[in-house]
């Protein structure tokens, strides 16, 4: 695995970040690392578990904003176009009226890994349900949703070199 791939996982980060990164995966210490810190994978492998618990987080921090209608594991979404999780704004004419309906998709990779990493996902699709840009008022309701945000964001993007190089940590058997 070249060092440019897995430095694109962390490239939005400081070099004294990534090479403190690389030293952990070069010595084969990032897999004891994270499963220290996140002993278990979450246990929400259906769609409709990941629909609730997903709608959860919504009704707590984001009561008012517009509802979501489906939230569901995509095999076609690649964590190489750094993408973990989409949101998406589906808008269809049905007669005189114009419906709209926001999505949320989550890479299927994420169906097993700590919760903690899960939620940090949905929590950053939700945020686009009012803010759209990458911006300070974007990451500012991610961290009022989820005060971890952005370690749980670097420990997520670690455990996503360490796979690439290793393979996964948290695998367990599908129903």
Known sequence: MSQTKILNYLSCYS????Q???ALLDNNKSGVWLQKKYPQAHELASERALY?????????FMRSSTPISKVIYDDKIHIINNALGLHTY??????????SKNEIRVSALFRKVPEPFLRM????????LREKEHDKAFY???CYMEPDYHQLEFDLRLYLC?????????ARSTD
């Open 20 to 22: 403190q990164a690389l």
């Open 162 to 170: 360490h796979r690439d190089r290793f393979g996964d940590l948290w």
């Open 140 to 142: 500012k309701l991610c």
């Open 90 to 99: 589906v808008s269809r004419v049905q007669g005189a009226k114009l419906k």
């Open 52 to 60: 609730d618990y997903a709608q959860g987080i919504k009704n707590q």
């Open 15 to 18: 070099p004294q970040v990534q």
């Open 121 to 128: 996902i949905l929590v950053h699709e939700l945020a686009h």
